[in-house]
């Protein structure tokens, strides 16, 4: 939560002092916001017997970030990026302004699938057989396999559209960079240049931050492992996401020129 705090204060007092924040500072300071919460949340579920309400704003939390880290991808994809594609040239133009909207989907859309996600814990047959005390097995036995099926389904597909979105941003600037190499070799003026610094510097980022995804998706596979009494997968399970979210905000502290400077000023200090 140090980690996170320190990134959402250096932006507030960015915010301040320059009654502005730039799109990428903005995504970074409402991913610091979530992550706190997250890990304030994690917390509580180590109490006995925590509720399914906080079980809820966990999982909503979690895609919530989820989506912001894939929305910072966006970003540094339409930043760095060159396309003559129509949409890009939009969206490189007014970022600024889609931006409060872009925020507004992340929050929906995660709400989309929490509400979803009850509604199938709700309705499950298994709630029916201990309502009507119904013995029909073998049926029923099939309908909570479904119901499990389509919980399993959506939860994943939640999970998994940050991540597509991630790797679609990720392939764009490859692509693009590959095309922005092969432009300097052909006009002889070699490969030192500040563009193609700035496309290795986010693909570094992103390859990082995919191997941290890779370790998310096994933790959540964990998670809804139908054996909670191994401890060592619920500890796991527990323990990966929040690790997840310090090890990369870590990161984007250390690849972000103006909050590495302000953390080393402090640290000096």
């Given at each position: 939560?140090?980690?996170?705090?320190?990134?959402?204060?250096?932006?507030l007092l960015e915010w301040k002092t320059?009654?502005?924040?730039?799109?990428?500072?903005?995504?970074?300071?409402?991913?610091?916001?979530?992550?706190?919460?997250?890990?304030?949340?994690?917390?509580?579920?180590?109490?006995?017997?925590?509720?399914?309400?906080?079980?809820?704003?966990?999982?909503?939390?979690?895609?919530?970030?989820?989506?912001?880290?894939?929305?910072?991808s966006v970003i540094y994809c339409v930043?760095?990026?060159?396309?003559?594609?129509?949409?890009?040239?939009?969206?490189?133009?007014?970022?600024?302004?889609?931006?409060?909207?872009?925020?507004?989907?992340?929050?929906?859309?995660?709400?989309?699938?929490?509400?979803?996600?009850?509604?199938?814990?709700?309705?499950?047959?298994?709630?029916?057989?201990?309502?009507?005390?119904?013995?029909?097995?073998?049926?029923?036995?099939?309908?909570?396999?479904?119901?499990?099926?389509?919980?399993?389904?959506?939860?994943?597909?939640?999970?998994?559209?940050?991540?597509?979105?991630?790797?679609?941003?990720?392939?764009?600037?490859?692509?693009?960079?590959?095309?922005?190499?092969?432009?300097?070799?052909?006009?002889?003026?070699?490969?030192?240049?500040?563009?193609?610094?700035?496309?290795?510097?986010?693909?570094?980022?992103?390859?990082?931050?995919?191997?941290?995804?890779?370790?998310?998706?096994?933790?959540?596979?964990?998670?809804?492992?139908?054996?909670?009494?191994?401890?060592?997968?619920?500890?796991?399970?527990?323990?990966?996401?929040?690790?997840?979210?310090?090890?990369?905000?870590?990161?984007?502290?250390?690849?972000?020129?103006?909050?590495?400077?302000?953390?080393?000023?402090?640290?000096?200090?």
């Amino acid at each position: 939560m140090i980690v996170n705090g320190f990134i959402v204060v250096t932006s507030l007092l960015e915010w301040k002092t320059k009654q502005s924040l730039k799109p990428t500072d903005m995504v970074l300071m409402c991913l610091g916001v979530t992550r706190i919460l997250f890990n304030l949340v994690t917390i509580l579920s180590f109490i006995p017997d925590w509720s399914t309400i906080v079980y809820g704003i966990w999982f909503y939390l979690n895609w919530i970030g989820l989506r912001f880290v894939s929305l910072l991808s966006v970003i540094y994809c339409v930043k760095i990026t060159n396309y003559n594609n129509c949409v890009f040239i939009y969206m490189k133009l007014n970022i600024s302004k889609l931006l409060k909207w872009l925020i507004l989907c992340n929050v929906l859309v995660s709400l989309v699938f929490i509400l979803l996600l009850k509604f199938i814990r709700d309705v499950s047959p298994q709630y029916w057989i201990n309502s009507t005390e119904i013995s029909l097995k073998n049926s029923t036995e099939t309908d909570i396999n479904n119901y499990q099926f389509i919980y399993l389904f959506i939860y994943y597909l939640g999970s998994s559209l940050p991540f597509i979105m991630f790797c679609v941003a990720a392939l764009l600037v490859i692509r693009s960079l590959l095309c922005h190499t092969q432009q300097i070799k052909n006009s002889g003026t070699g490969l030192e240049n500040s563009h193609l610094k700035a496309h290795i510097n986010v693909i570094r980022n992103m390859v990082f931050l995919f191997v941290l995804y890779i370790v998310y998706f096994v933790s959540n596979a964990f998670f809804l492992n139908d054996e909670p009494e191994i401890v060592t997968v619920t500890i796991f399970s527990f323990i990966a996401p929040p690790f997840y979210t310090l090890i990369h905000s870590g990161f984007l502290i250390y690849s972000n020129i103006r909050l590495r400077i302000t953390f080393l000023g402090t640290w000096r200090k």
